[in-house]
Protein backbone atom coordinates (compact mmCIF):
# COMPACT_ATOMS: atom_id res chain seq x y z
CA UNK A 1 0.00 0.00 0.00
CA UNK A 2 1.02 3.36 -0.92
CA UNK A 3 1.65 6.13 1.83
CA UNK A 4 -0.63 8.18 0.07
CA UNK A 5 -3.22 5.23 0.27
CA UNK A 6 -2.56 4.14 3.95
CA UNK A 7 -3.02 7.76 4.79
CA UNK A 8 -6.46 8.15 3.21
CA UNK A 9 -7.32 5.20 5.10
CA UNK A 10 -6.29 6.71 8.18
CA UNK A 11 -8.27 9.79 7.82
CA UNK A 12 -11.30 8.33 6.63
CA UNK A 13 -11.21 5.65 9.63
CA UNK A 14 -10.12 8.99 12.26
CA UNK A 15 -13.25 10.75 10.76
CA UNK A 16 -15.54 7.83 11.09
CA UNK A 17 -14.48 7.21 14.44
CA UNK A 18 -14.88 10.76 15.14
CA UNK A 19 -18.39 10.73 13.67
CA UNK A 20 -19.25 7.93 15.79
CA UNK A 21 -17.72 9.56 19.60
CA UNK A 22 -19.62 12.64 18.41
CA UNK A 23 -23.01 10.91 17.77
CA UNK A 24 -23.21 8.39 20.96
CA UNK A 25 -21.48 11.91 22.68
CA UNK A 26 -24.72 13.91 20.92
CA UNK A 27 -26.97 11.25 21.89
CA UNK A 28 -25.88 11.12 25.51
CA UNK A 29 -26.06 14.61 25.91
CA UNK A 30 -29.50 14.64 24.35
CA UNK A 31 -30.32 11.51 27.09
CA UNK A 32 -29.25 13.80 29.80
CA UNK A 33 -31.19 17.18 28.70
CA UNK A 34 -34.32 15.03 28.01
CA UNK A 35 -34.61 13.22 31.64
CA UNK A 36 -36.75 14.72 33.76
CA UNK A 37 -35.60 16.26 37.15
CA UNK A 38 -37.32 15.52 40.18
CA UNK A 39 -36.27 17.10 43.59
CA UNK A 40 -36.54 15.49 46.15
CA UNK A 41 -35.72 16.83 50.85
CA UNK A 42 -35.48 14.36 53.33
CA UNK A 43 -35.72 15.74 56.88
CA UNK A 44 -35.64 12.10 58.11
CA UNK A 45 -33.79 9.08 56.43
CA UNK A 46 -31.25 11.21 54.67
CA UNK A 47 -28.55 8.63 54.31
CA UNK A 48 -31.67 6.37 52.71
CA UNK A 49 -32.82 9.88 51.10
CA UNK A 50 -28.95 9.85 49.11
CA UNK A 51 -28.99 6.48 48.32
CA UNK A 52 -32.48 5.74 46.79
CA UNK A 53 -32.19 8.98 44.54
CA UNK A 54 -29.05 7.31 43.20
CA UNK A 55 -30.15 3.80 43.02
CA UNK A 56 -33.69 5.65 41.00
CA UNK A 57 -31.33 7.87 38.67
CA UNK A 58 -29.35 4.71 37.82
CA UNK A 59 -31.83 2.29 37.11
CA UNK A 60 -34.45 5.11 35.07
CA UNK A 61 -32.24 7.38 33.21
CA UNK A 62 -35.33 9.29 32.32
CA UNK A 63 -35.94 10.84 35.71
CA UNK A 64 -33.02 11.93 37.75
CA UNK A 65 -33.49 12.30 41.63
CA UNK A 66 -31.78 15.32 42.99
CA UNK A 67 -31.59 16.71 46.46
CA UNK A 68 -32.55 19.99 47.26
CA UNK A 69 -34.23 22.63 44.99
CA UNK A 70 -38.20 22.54 44.97
CA UNK A 71 -38.59 19.75 46.13
CA UNK A 72 -41.73 17.83 45.24
CA UNK A 73 -40.79 14.24 46.94
CA UNK A 74 -40.35 15.35 50.78
CA UNK A 75 -39.46 12.99 52.72
CA UNK A 76 -40.25 12.59 56.79
CA UNK A 77 -39.73 10.75 59.57
CA UNK A 78 -42.80 9.28 61.87
CA UNK A 79 -43.59 6.35 64.66
CA UNK A 80 -46.51 4.83 64.43
CA UNK A 81 -49.23 4.36 61.27
CA UNK A 82 -46.47 2.52 59.12
CA UNK A 83 -44.33 3.55 56.22
CA UNK A 84 -46.54 5.46 53.63
CA UNK A 85 -46.80 7.67 50.04
CA UNK A 86 -49.48 10.33 49.50
CA UNK A 87 -48.42 10.78 45.91
CA UNK A 88 -50.13 14.16 44.29
CA UNK A 89 -48.78 13.42 40.62
CA UNK A 90 -46.30 12.18 38.65
CA UNK A 91 -42.81 13.45 40.84
CA UNK A 92 -44.62 14.25 43.78
CA UNK A 93 -45.32 12.95 47.19
CA UNK A 94 -45.28 13.01 50.73
CA UNK A 95 -43.69 10.13 52.49
CA UNK A 96 -43.53 9.12 55.92
CA UNK A 97 -41.16 6.74 57.11
CA UNK A 98 -42.36 4.72 60.06
CA UNK A 99 -39.57 4.01 62.60
CA UNK A 100 -41.51 1.64 64.42
CA UNK A 101 -40.88 -0.44 60.61
CA UNK A 102 -37.25 -0.28 61.35
CA UNK A 103 -37.54 -1.01 65.20
CA UNK A 104 -39.40 -4.40 63.79
CA UNK A 105 -36.58 -5.39 61.68
CA UNK A 106 -37.32 -4.03 58.07
CA UNK A 107 -34.41 -2.69 56.11
CA UNK A 108 -35.06 1.15 56.16
CA UNK A 109 -33.39 1.85 52.40
CA UNK A 110 -35.80 -0.75 50.93
CA UNK A 111 -38.27 1.25 52.80
CA UNK A 112 -37.60 4.46 51.21
CA UNK A 113 -36.70 3.29 47.70
CA UNK A 114 -39.89 1.74 47.62
CA UNK A 115 -42.31 4.67 49.23
CA UNK A 116 -40.09 6.81 46.61
CA UNK A 117 -41.20 4.13 44.26
CA UNK A 118 -44.93 5.96 44.31
CA UNK A 119 -43.68 9.45 43.66
CA UNK A 120 -42.52 7.95 40.88
CA UNK A 121 -46.04 6.35 39.53
CA UNK A 122 -45.43 2.68 40.78
CA UNK A 123 -48.51 1.22 42.62
CA UNK A 124 -47.65 -1.71 45.49
CA UNK A 125 -47.43 -5.50 44.35
CA UNK A 126 -47.63 -7.37 47.74
CA UNK A 127 -46.71 -10.73 46.33
CA UNK A 128 -43.83 -11.41 48.72
CA UNK A 129 -41.10 -11.68 46.34
CA UNK A 130 -37.76 -9.82 47.57
CA UNK A 131 -37.20 -9.19 43.85
CA UNK A 132 -40.47 -6.91 43.28
CA UNK A 133 -39.25 -3.44 45.36
CA UNK A 134 -43.00 -2.79 45.35
CA UNK A 135 -43.47 -5.99 46.91
CA UNK A 136 -42.69 -3.75 50.34
CA UNK A 137 -43.11 -5.31 53.62
CA UNK A 138 -44.88 -8.04 52.17
CA UNK A 139 -41.39 -10.21 51.67
CA UNK A 140 -40.85 -9.86 55.15
CA UNK A 141 -38.06 -8.41 57.62
CA UNK A 142 -34.97 -10.95 55.88
CA UNK A 143 -35.64 -8.72 52.47
CA UNK A 144 -32.61 -5.61 52.87
CA UNK A 145 -33.34 -5.66 48.25
CA UNK A 146 -33.53 -1.77 47.82
CA UNK A 147 -33.43 -2.02 43.68
CA UNK A 148 -36.11 -2.14 41.52
CA UNK A 149 -36.02 -4.89 39.09
CA UNK A 150 -36.04 -4.85 35.67
CA UNK A 151 -40.41 -4.15 35.00
CA UNK A 152 -40.36 -1.39 37.58
CA UNK A 153 -37.25 0.68 36.26
CA UNK A 154 -38.59 0.25 33.09
CA UNK A 155 -42.16 1.41 34.06
CA UNK A 156 -40.87 4.86 35.41
CA UNK A 157 -38.17 5.15 32.86
CA UNK A 158 -41.44 5.00 30.77
CA UNK A 159 -43.19 6.78 32.61
CA UNK A 160 -41.18 9.49 32.59
CA UNK A 161 -40.41 9.51 29.41
CA UNK A 162 -43.85 11.36 28.12
CA UNK A 163 -45.58 8.20 26.99
CA UNK A 164 -47.98 7.82 29.26
CA UNK A 165 -49.33 10.47 31.28
CA UNK A 166 -50.58 9.95 35.12
CA UNK A 167 -51.10 11.18 38.57
CA UNK A 168 -51.45 9.02 41.44
CA UNK A 169 -53.53 10.12 43.92
CA UNK A 170 -54.27 7.49 46.60
CA UNK A 171 -52.59 6.46 49.91
CA UNK A 172 -50.38 3.96 50.09
CA UNK A 173 -48.67 2.10 53.18
CA UNK A 174 -45.85 -0.33 53.47
CA UNK A 175 -47.66 -2.91 54.78
CA UNK A 176 -45.84 -5.19 57.06
CA UNK A 177 -48.57 -6.17 59.53
CA UNK A 178 -50.06 -8.64 56.86
CA UNK A 179 -47.03 -11.00 56.85
Same mark, same amino acid.
Given at each position: ??????????????????? %???????????????? @?? #???????????????????????????????????? @?? %????????????????????????????????????????????????????? #??????????????????????????????????????? #????? #???????
Amino acid at each position: MSLRKFAATVAVAVAATGA %LTATATSASAEANVLA @RT #VYYSASAYSGQADQAAQIWSSRSPNVRLVRGGNATI @RI %LGTSGGGSRAYPCGLGCATIYIDSQDIARGHNALRIVTHEIGHGLGLPDNYNG #VCSYLMSGGSAGTSCTNPYPNAQEAARVNQLFAGRVATT #VGRSD #VYDTANR
